[in-house]
T-cell receptor, first 116, second 111 residues
Framework: AQKITQTQPGMFVQEKEAVTLDCTYD???????LFWYKQPSSGEMIFLIY??????QNATEGRYSLNFQKARKSANLVISASQLGDSAMYFCAMREVKYNFNKFYFGSGTKLNVKP | DGGITQSPKYLFRKEGQNVTLSCEQN?????MYWYRQDPGQGLRLIYYSQIVNDFQKGDIAEGYSVSREKKESFPLTVTSAQKNPTAFYLC??????????FGPGTRLTVL
């Protein structure tokens, strides 16, 4: 089974509008972490936001927020007030600890295009 | 400035050649990783290292080798046994809060 599933290969959003990128995960561990990364065309992976499995509140970082629904195993990224510079690939990732090692699983990504 | 550097940015290899990708970090992180990314896909783990002189195979280690002689350095060698090495390679390390920091990547092309 896929550890991380991103079902939206591509998304379009109008500049200044909000957009939600979907992510579901699969784990039986009680302790895990969820991450979102942005990858522009240059290829670098830019860390956006983190949510721990025990965190009671949804994580927020500026225009980014993570809609964490633990029972549904969902960790959607919400970008408010989209900007042209937000056009990029977005990856959802999960961290599990296996044998005292942090292993990360990445989804296949969502390509976001922001239209002017 | 602290961070991860990878070199070269672009690398061209002839079939049958081994090539080595460099990864250096000055973040004082213990754990380092190598990932492979194919076009339109996510990242797949090649090798990881938790401490100096120790490393483990990831999910797609065949045709690759690594070393970890220094904390700061984790070079990846793509050997001739790797049948389809053309890809984007990303090096990463894990920080205090277990987030991953990435280098800028190396794009390898087999001619």
């Amino acid at each position: 089974a896929q550890k991380i599933t991103q079902t939206q290969p591509g998304m379009f959003v109008q500049e200044k509008e909000a957009v939600t990128l979907d992510c579901t995960y699969d784990t039986s561990d009680p302790s895990y972490g969820l991450f979102w990364y942005k990858q522009p065309s240059s290829g670098e992976m830019i860390f956006l936001i983190y949510q721990g499995s025990y965190d009671q509140q949804n994580a927020t970082e500026g225009r980014y927020s993570l809609n964490f629904q633990k029972a549904r195993k969902s960790a959607n990224l919400v970008i408010s007030a989209s900007q042209l510079g937000d056009s990029a690939m977005y990856f959802c990732a999960m961290r599990e600890v296996k044998y005292n090692f942090n292993k990360f699983y990445f989804g296949s990504g969502t390509k976001l295009n922001v239209k002017p | 400035d602290g961070g991860i550097t990878q070199s070269p940015k672009y690398l061209f290899r002839k079939e049958g050649q081994n090539v080595t990708l460099s990864c250096e970090q000055n973040l004082n992180h213990d754990a380092m990783y190598w990932y492979r990314q194919d076009p339109g896909q996510g990242l797949r783990l090649i090798y990881y290292s938790q401490i100096v002189n120790d490393f483990q195979k990831g999910d797609i280690a065949e045709g690759y080798s690594v070393s970890r002689e220094k904390k700061e350095s984790f070079p990846l060698t793509v050997t001739s046994a790797q049948k389809n090495p053309t890809a984007f390679y990303l090096c990463a390390s894990t920080g205090l809060y277990n987030e991953q920091f990435f280098g800028p990547g190396t794009r390898l092309t087999v001619l």
